[in-house]
T-cell receptor, first 112, second 110 residues
Framework: DAGVTQSPTHLIKTRGQHVTLRCSPI?????VSWYQQVLGQGPQFIFQ???????GRGNFPDRFSARQFPNYSSELNVNALLLGDSALYLC???????????FGQGTRLTVV | QKEVEQNSGPLSVPEGAIASLNCTYS??????FFWYRQYSGKSPELIMS????GDKEDGRFTAQLNKASQYVSLLIRDSQPSDSATYLC??????????FGGGTRLMVKP
């Protein structure tokens, strides 16, 4: 069975640009969460979606937004990119919001 | 502030020894507890989950949870050089979000 897949794996953007990151959950999983991981730190929670509804939002500015589609895939959008947005963006899927979460390989975003 | 605390390490153990990784959390309503392993440049990989007080064993790994002390630990028996990685403790509170500690870097020396 395919695990969580994220695209793209690497991305370089310029300050002020917009980026869209995509995630396909494990088949049967209805919950998708997004995390940002800066080098040397643990992942920080950004959003959680379950059954296409937002179930949680972390302490991130409104430049960050996300949605979940009818097939349970998800995308994370970041507007007006800042240098500080450079990080590894992780998507995790689970059956339910509180159950075991499995991560994709991540998208490495570099803002220059 | 809901926090998860880990010693950043590095924790160095000889091959074949037991590695003991510790984690404390501040939110008393936390319900689910997870250990992830993360190799350099890779994404976190789930290795253990624990939901109730006591010990849970899976192969060479044992997770221990003490909700009264707000403490969760991971023991790795017969440590191998391939176990060298950063181990992340994650706690799921009633809000359903995972809060991660900063991770402990484990080095297993041959």
């Amino acid at each position: 069975d395919a695990g969580v897949t994220q695209s793209p794996t690497h991305l370089i953007k310029t300050r002020g640009q917009h980026v869209t990151l995509r995630c396909s959950p494990i088949s049967g999983h209805k919950s998708v969460s997004w995390y940002q991981q800066v080098l040397g730190q643990g992942p920080q929670f950004i959003f959680q979606y379950y059954e296409k509804e937002e179930r949680g939002r972390g302490n991130f500015p409104d430049r960050f937004s996300a949605r979940q589609f009818p097939n349970y895939s998800s995308e994370l959008n970041v507007n007006a990119l800042l240098l500080g947005d450079s990080a590894l963006y992780l998507c995790a899927s689970s059956f339910f919001p509180h159950t075991e979460a499995f991560f994709g390989q991540g998208t490495r975003l570099t803002v220059v | 502030q809901k926090e998860v605390e880990q010693n950043s390490g590095p924790l160095s153990v000889p091959e074949g020894a037991i590695a003991s990784l510790n984690c404390t959390y501040s939110d008393r309503v936390s319900q689910s507890f997870f250990w992830y392993r993360q190799y350099s440049g890779k994404s976190p990989e789930l290795i253990m989950s624990i939901y109730s007080n006591g010990d849970k064993e899976d192969g060479r790994f044992t997770a221990q949870l003490n909700k009264a002390s707000q403490y969760v630990s991971l023991l790795i028996r017969d440590s191998q050089p391939s176990d060298s990685a950063t181990y992340l403790c994650a706690v799921n509170n009633a809000g359903n979000m995972l809060t991660f500690g900063g991770g402990t870097r484990l080095m297993v020396k041959p």
